[in-house]
């Protein structure tokens, strides 16, 4: 019991610094895309940059709004980075002693119940502007969830397995992205729909919204979103390497793609987005699934 509490923690300490240096790496991909240079005061080429900025996040002080709901207020962003950082239980390693057999049943639970986090951040914070992000996120969200629900579905027909280490197994001799390349691309769109990643980061539309659900946190709370955020985006990225191919190395072409669409794409219209979501990716999810199934049965 005391080895497996150890390596837990252990493995959340690492993942909160992967998390750092992610940052690091988008900070420094977003500046080459710009054609400059990103940071490169702090030490050697900027490498202790989010060393940095993690000390004067929690060091600065943390103001909350006078009419803010105070208990929701403090809790939710901890929430928040607790449900992100419990995903990571479900890494696909072949060196752990156990590993859970219903695990993406697991990872569907969480990531449905992280949408009620977004939204107590935005509802406690008792601001119009982090009310109208929290409602741009939830909505967002839920539409997009219901579409990566199913095409977990296709690939978890496809190998008749609910634990990532099976999956991973099976897809090694036989990458599943091969069998319906379609699929692979809208999967891409939705996880970064469904982590409010550009070009579909309407929950934090700057020039409409300021900041978005997270406009009165500041110091550790807006830290502990921030890596809430980052933590998720890593985790679709682990993600997507074991359901498409396999390899967990995949998952760093994949975490690029998210800076590579943060700095290449405008954002998307909000209404586009939905009907985005409604009209084609969920018809075609359901149609694509539909075709399966039988298959799956007869052979």
């Not at 208990?71 to 962003?77: M, S, V, Y």
């Not at 859970?100 to 992280?114: D, Q």
């Not at 969830?145 to 990532?164: A, R, W």
């Not at 009907?275 to 539909?290: E, V």
Request: charged share 10%; aromatic share 14%.
């Amino acid at each position: 019991m005391t080895q497996h509490l150890i390596s837990t923690l252990i493995t959340y300490a690492l993942i909160l610094l992967g998390v750092a240096f992610f940052t690091l790496l988008e900070r420094k991909a977003l500046g080459y895309f710009q054609i400059r240079k990103g940071p490169n005061k702090v030490g050697i080429i900027g490498i202790p940059q989010p060393l940095a900025d993690a000390l004067k996040l929690f060091v600065k002080e943390w103001v909350m709004p006078l009419s803010s709901n105070y208990l929701p207020f403090i809790l939710t962003p901890t929430i928040m980075l607790i449900m992100a950082l419990s995903l990571w239980q479900l890494f696909p390693s072949y060196m752990l002693s156990s590993h859970m057999v219903l695990g993406m049943l697991l990872f569907l639970c969480i990531s449905s119940l992280a949408v009620y986090t977004t939204l107590m951040a935005g509802w406690s914070s008792n601001s119009k502007y982090a009310l109208l992000g929290a409602i741009r996120a939830m909505a967002q969200t839920i539409s997009y969830e219901v579409t990566m629900t199913l095409i977990i579905l296709f690939y978890l027909f496809l190998t008749m397995k609910l634990d990532l280490v099976s999956i991973r197994t099976i897809n090694t001799s036989m990458p599943t992205a091969s069998l319906f390349l379609p699929l692979s691309i809208m999967w891409i769109a939705v996880i970064l729909a469904e982590t409010n990643r550009a070009p579909f980061d309407f929950a934090e539309g700057e020039s409409e919204l300021v900041s978005g659900f997270n406009v009165e946190y500041g110091g550790a709370g807006f830290a502990f979103l921030f890596m809430a955020e980052y933590s998720n985006i890593l985790m679709m990225s682990l993600l997507t390497s074991c359901l498409l191919t396999g390899t967990l190395g995949f998952s760093i072409p994949i975490a690029v793609i998210f800076l590579w669409a943060r700095a290449t794409l405008p954002r998307y219209r909000y209404d586009l987005l939905m009907a985005m979501a409604w009209k084609s990716f969920l018809p075609m999810s359901l149609a694509i699934l539909l075709w399966l199934t039988p298959l799956v049965y007869l052979k």
